[in-house]
């Protein structure tokens, strides 16, 4: 059974900085491609950042790159996301989501395991 865990999120001032985590437990395989979501109510759940545990490469949305960075735990099994410059347009509930492969990394249909998701509001 696969289980995903985010813990991290909270409130914070424009500018500021939070860290998410994302333990992913269960999965068949060591290697895997551990992806960052975020929805907010009435918009589609976007891809914020994702990260190839097999050799850490990772991808980014353009509302990320820059500000966010996603990095993995020596066990290929969580993956962070560290948030800088925070921006009020950044709130919403950040899911992490995971497959096999990081192809379409950003495509939230690929994936059929998600976390329960965790709040990140940001105020101005």
């Known amino acids: 059974q696969v289980r995903l865990v985010e813990s991290g999120g909270g409130s914070v001032q424009a500018g500021g900085s939070l860290r998410l985590s994302c333990a992913a437990a269960?999965?068949?395989?060591?290697?895997?491609?551990i992806t960052w979501f975020r929805q907010t109510p009435g918009k589609e759940r976007e891809g914020v950042a994702g990260?190839?545990?097999?050799?850490?490469?990772?991808y980014y949305a353009d509302s990320a790159r820059g500000r966010f960075t996603i990095s993995q735990g020596n066990d290929k099994n969580t993956a962070y996301l560290q948030m800088n410059s925070l921006k009020p347009e950044d709130t919403a509930t950040y899911y992490c989501?995971?497959?096999?492969?990081?192809?379409?990394?950003?495509?939230?249909?690929?994936?059929?395991?998600w976390g329960q998701g965790t709040q990140v509001t940001v105020s101005s």
């Open positions: 990260i190839y545990t097999g050799g850490g490469t990772s």
């Open positions: 269960g999965y068949a395989y060591s290697s895997k491609c």
């Open positions: 989501a995971v497959k096999l492969l990081c192809l379409n990394w950003g495509q939230r249909n690929e994936y059929s395991y």
